[in-house]
């Protein structure tokens, strides 16, 4: 457990030469540590001045220093932040002298945000908002991310919470009163409550497959026949040489893959082995694991040598047929079924993109909730498990007891339950100075 009378500081921005850098320090001791390395300290909270940080006569740097009192504060207890410039001397410095200050020690990772929770600032799915903000790479990710800080989930699962409890309520109700002192129809009520709680669980679970894909990237995989110039492409759109390139039928062996940001959109292009019967062990592995990679992609971008190819692949989903070396052939970008691109000219490829891109847009909603931690994937799915086990037919005790089940797996999504064990997997996500 944290002990919350130790003041606690780390740097918050990145280590390494920089314009400035930001120490945070939160706990009873904040103000009183810097203010003894301080000739002037923030008159009240929430103010920022221009402080010189000094031990006796020695200027260690300039700094703009902030108050925040507790409670009003990010980690809801007495915070100073000071800004200083970006240098790995002065930083070293002031850690120094920090950890000079008895009761004052170097915050573990993820330590602020963890005292922000235990103080009740946030909740358990903002902490994990946080984490995706710091990671987010996208702006698709940025908003997801935002979306959850900014409470969203947190509403939707807490309703969803109340009408457990409401429906659990009732249960008791009839389990303690006789009949003539309950209304008519209590029992038809709470199934009916249970079966529209089911259904706001699907809803939210609906959207899990495409918030994992916006957190992991949508997966465009490149595949057919070889030679066809896969690997030049996924080289051309990842603006490097990933994936070796010969004129040799049969380059490419195993799972090339490249994270690439189109338009704010996350996506993983996956270059594979060129589709064909083989003999060579090594490269039915990598036929095989083309196949497999194809079946979950949410498009598979399929290369021709020729039209009549395309019969090859008719198994394979959410296709877009593409012949390459357009520079040789001189055809048009949409031509019969297939689209014409040149990965030396780059004719055609931004118009591709394009075409991936309204693929994955005709699947997602803009203001539409969307999970992708498995955590809470997890928990929703046991609660909707148990809901549905609570519709068997058995008695009014039984039921409830059902009930009561989905509401701890509801209230394990906001931490309020015993949940020691998942903290420390969450915040281990943290870096030091969040
Ligand atoms: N002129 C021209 N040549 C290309 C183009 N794209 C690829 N090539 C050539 O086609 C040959 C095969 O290219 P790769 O990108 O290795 O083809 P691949 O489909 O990955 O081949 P495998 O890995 O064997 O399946 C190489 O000689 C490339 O230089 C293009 O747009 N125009
Ligand atoms: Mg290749």
Known sequence: MINFKETIFALSTPPGKAALALIRISGPLSYSCIKKISTNMPPKPNVATLNEIKIQKDLIDQSITTFFKAPKSFTGEDMVEITIHGSNAVIKKIQGILSENKGVRLAKPGEFTRRAFENNKLDLTQVEAIADIVNAETEMQRKQAVSHLSGNFFKLSKEIFEKLKGTLANLEAVIDFSEEDLPENIMNEVKEQTENIIRSINEILDGASIGISIREGFLITILGKPNT??????????????????????????????????????????????????????????????????????????????????????????PIFVKSKQDLSGDKFNDNGYYNISSKTGFGIKDLLALIQGKINSKTQNEKLYISRERHIKCLISAKMQLEKSKEDKTVDLFAEDIRLAIKYMSELFGNVDIEDILDIIFSDFCIGK
């Open 229 to 318: 110039g896969k690997s030049s492409f996924i080289n051309k759109v990842s603006d490097k040489d990933i994936s070796i390139v010969t004129s040799q039928p049969g380059t490419t062996r195993d799972l090339i893959e490249s994270f690439i940001d189109i338009n704010g959109y996350p996506f993983r292009f996956v270059d594979t082995a060129g589709i064909r019967e083989s003999s060579d062990l090594v490269e039915k592995i990598g036929v095989n694991k083309a196949l497999t990679t194809s079946k979950e992609a949410d498009v598979n971008l399929i290369f021709l040598n020729d039209y009549k190819d395309i019969n090859d692949f008719n198994n394979i989903n959410n």
